[in-house]
């Protein structure tokens, strides 16, 4: 079974910026893609960030676009999700999920591995 642990959260204040990475070990990520996901008490996990496999190709929800880079290198079975310029919105519980496939997906139902979360706050 394949264990995901992110790290890197935190609290920053607006503005600022932070690096989470989300370590996989047990098996390779690098045959699938990764995701980046975000979740508030009360509400649903919403979708940040995907990658495919090669890293050749990312997308990202609106709301983080020009602020959020999704990186990985497969060599350390390691992705990462670099948040710029940060806001109080952005606060919530961060979740990296491996992907069913290859290719990339918005769709939490297209990844089945997720993390334990690694809290980010960011302070006004």
């Known amino acids: 079974q394949v264990q995901l642990v992110e790290s890197g959260g935190g609290l920053v204040q607006a503005g600022g910026s932070l690096r989470l990475s989300c370590a996989a070990s047990r098996r390779t990520i690098s045959n699938y893609a990764m995701g980046w996901f975000r979740q508030v008490p009360g509400k649903e996990r919403v979708f940040v960030a995907t990658i495919n496999w090669s890293g050749s190709f990312t997308s990202y929800a609106d709301f983080v676009k020009g602020r959020f880079t999704i990186s990985r290198d497969n060599a350390k079975n390691t992705v990462y999700l670099q948040m710029n310029s940060l806001k109080p919105e952005d606060t919530a519980f961060y979740y990296c999920?491996?992907?069913?496939?290859?290719?990339?997906?918005?769709?939490?139902?297209?990844?089945?591995?997720w993390g334990q979360g690694t809290q980010v706050t960011v302070s006004s």
């Open positions: 999920a491996i992907a069913k496939g290859a290719t990339t997906t918005p769709g939490a139902s297209g990844y089945n591995y």
